[in-house]
């Protein structure tokens, strides 16, 4: 089974992409974050020429995820159902056979001092309170998305100079460590251990891929009994290089099941 994730940065702007990806890269699961459009708007025909199914839900301008899947999917649910602020467009979930799927698009946070940043934190307080509800750690489950988060130092183009900004500050690094101790294994450092391997480059840094000047935001990670069965993972920067491209690339694991 090849389950893909991409921050698409509106849907739309980037289906010609993400069409020829699907076509080219087959993958069984892709989840799509950053929709950025209202389920009346979502291009779900074009999924269903390409001979895809798709699960979203999404809003105007912002936030949207969807899972585009070959076979029907079972049990999908959307959001964080704890009774908390509604995330329904930040999270999709469901089953493909015996898989389970958690595509989530994590709150960048904005600024360390913003109100946004302390939602960031419990919402992954709000997630592993979801996975703990719902899953246990030896069911075959991935979880994939745009985490906005780099966990390690070689995660990041500058380590030092980024250290304490979003999505490289150490209560995000150590929010995302705590949600990974219920019981996941990060599928891509299992297979890929060299540093600068990054899926987000910045649009305002010129050519930034070609420099390196990026960060590992996106993520697959699985429970062990399905990282056990994973048998490769890569970052595709192919799309990122393409004209009007998202600033994320996909990344993709591939499991013996």
């Known amino acids: 089974m090849k389950i893909a994730s991409f921050n698409a940065n509106s849907v739309r702007a980037r289906l010609p992409i993400i069409v020829d990806w699907l076509a080219a890269q087959q993958p069984d699961v892709l989840c799509i974050q950053e929709t950025k459009a209202q389920d009346k708007d979502f291009p779900a025909q074009a999924f269903a020429d390409a001979g895809y199914r798709v699960a979203f839900k999404g809003e105007k301008s912002y936030n949207g995820v969807a899972m585009v899947s070959k076979e029907e999917l079972a049990d999908v649910a959307f959001g964080i159902d704890d009774g908390g602020e509604p995330d329904e467009t930040r999270l999709v979930r469901a089953r493909l056979g015996d898989v389970a799927i958690v595509n989530t698009y994590v709150p960048q946070g904005t600024d360390v001092d913003s ?143």
Not at 189 to 200: A, I, L, T, V, Y
Request: charged share 30%; glycine share 4%.
């Open 115 to 257: 109100p946004r940043f302390a939602y960031k934190l419990e919402w992954f307080k709000r997630l592993k309170s979801l996975f703990t509800r719902h899953y246990k750690p030896t069911d075959l489950l991935v979880w994939v998305g745009d985490l906005n988060v780099a966990p390690e130092p070689m995660d990041v183009y500058d380590p030092e100079r980024l250290d304490g900004s979003v999505c490289y500050h150490p209560a995000e690094r150590a929010a995302l460590a705590d949600v990974k101790e219920w019981g996941l294994v990060d599928v891509f450092r299992k297979h890929c251990g060299e540093p600068k391997q990054f899926s987000f480059f910045d649009y305002r840094m010129p050519k930034a891929v070609d420099r390196g000047l990026g960060w590992r935001l996106d993520h697959v990670l699985a429970t062990e009994p399905l990282a056990a069965r994973s048998t490769a993972a890569y970052i595709d920067l192919a799309p990122r290089r393409l004209t009007k491209p998202s600033d994320h690339t996909p990344i993709v694991a591939e499991f013996d099941v």
